[in-house]
């Protein structure tokens, strides 16, 4: 199937987000390190479970989001394209996001734990179904907390964590999960890189095991907001596949945690034509 190329960009922007804060708010996180080294030296020491605990103190504390971004996206051939839009979540809930490139809505996205729809206004044209449209686009099965990932930034491991002990390098922990199949869903590997000082996770790595496709997200620029709240003001995502290659850089003016207007209307018009896409082989 060919994926038209507002197709491309709204997907690829959207599945490579993460949300930033306003950065006239928002303190360096390098000015929050010290209150944590020693804190963090403590918890490394020990095991996994320590670990976590204190991983999970300084994950993505959030319920609601509301943004606004810019992205750059670069195809295989080195060409560029830019695009305006807004994304808004619920964390482990659903998804939302509109791409207005020229000003005016051209696509808008709805994803939650079970569904996944896309609608094409340029081309009039709509997906409505379960996750085999990202599958078409990143080469192997995403589900909604895989897209929460990418698109969040909140680490995804699915087996026990406590016995997923972290890998110490100079400058950061690494912890790593293989794949699996769930039902007809294959999990693809995870690989999450933590700040050494903090454990704020600043890289996300998503692998095929079977076929080798990959995608990655590097979250830059962190700020800590309401004293709580770590958010990358940059993201710069690489997805490469056997049948695709292209890079997003994305870059954030604003955003509210807790935005009273925050609703995810997903609402196909009439006459337009369901775009059909066939399960691969596993």
């Given at each position: 199937m060919r994926?038209?190329?507002?197709?491309?960009?709204?997907?690829?922007?959207?599945?490579t987000l993460s949300c930033a804060t306003r950065r006239n708010?928002?303190?360096?996180?390098?000015?929050?390190?010290?209150?944590?080294?020693?804190?963090?030296?403590?918890?490394?020491?020990?095991d996994a479970e320590?670990?976590?605990?204190?991983?999970?103190?300084?994950?993505?504390?959030?319920?609601?989001?509301?943004?606004?971004?810019?992205?750059?996206?670069?195809?295989?051939?080195?060409?560029?394209?830019?695009?305006?839009?807004?994304?808004?979540?619920?964390r482990d809930s659903v998804i939302w996001a509109s791409l207005?490139?020229?000003?005016?809505?051209?696509?808008?996205?709805?994803?939650d734990k079970s569904s996944f729809g896309f609608i094409d206004f340029f081309n009039k044209k709509y997906f409505s179904g379960d996750y085999t449209y990202?599958?078409?686009?990143?080469?192997?099965?995403?589900?909604?907390?895989?897209?929460?990932?990418?698109v969040l930034g909140v680490h995804d491991f699915r087996g026990d964590r406590n016995s997923l002990a972290p890998g110490k390098s100079e400058e950061t922990w690494v912890v790593?999960?293989?794949?699996?199949?769930?039902?007809?869903?294959?999990?693809?590997?995870?690989?999450?890189?933590?700040?050494?000082?903090?454990?704020?996770p600043y890289r996300m790595e998503y692998s095929d095991w079977k076929t080798g496709d990959r995608v990655e997200s590097d979250f830059q620029t962190?700020?800590?907001?309401?004293?709580?709240?770590v958010f990358p003001a940059r993201l710069i995502v690489s997805v490469k596949t056997e049948k695709k290659k292209f890079k997003a850089d994305i870059d954030f003016r604003s955003i509210d945690f807790e935005d009273p207007e925050t609703e995810f209307y997903f609402s196909i018009p009439d006459g337009y034509e369901p775009i059909e896409i066939k399960k691969q082989d596993k």
């Open positions: 994926i038209k190329l507002y197709t491309i960009l709204f997907i690829s922007a959207l599945t708010s928002g303190t360096p996180l390098n000015n929050q390190q010290g209150q944590n080294d020693a804190v963090a030296n403590m918890a490394l020491n020990k320590a670990f976590w605990r204190l991983a999970d103190s300084t994950s993505r504390r959030f319920r609601l989001i509301s943004a606004r971004f810019t992205a750059t996206i670069t195809d295989a051939d080195g060409k560029e394209q830019s695009v305006k839009g807004k994304l808004k979540a619920c207005t490139p020229f000003g005016l809505e051209v696509a808008r996205l709805r994803a990202l599958k078409e686009l990143a080469g192997y099965d995403l589900d909604f907390y895989s897209l929460q990932a990418l790593s999960e293989k794949g699996m199949l769930r039902g007809e869903m294959r999990i693809p590997d995870k690989k999450v890189w933590f700040a050494k000082e903090n454990l704020v962190m700020q800590v907001y309401n004293n709580k709240v």
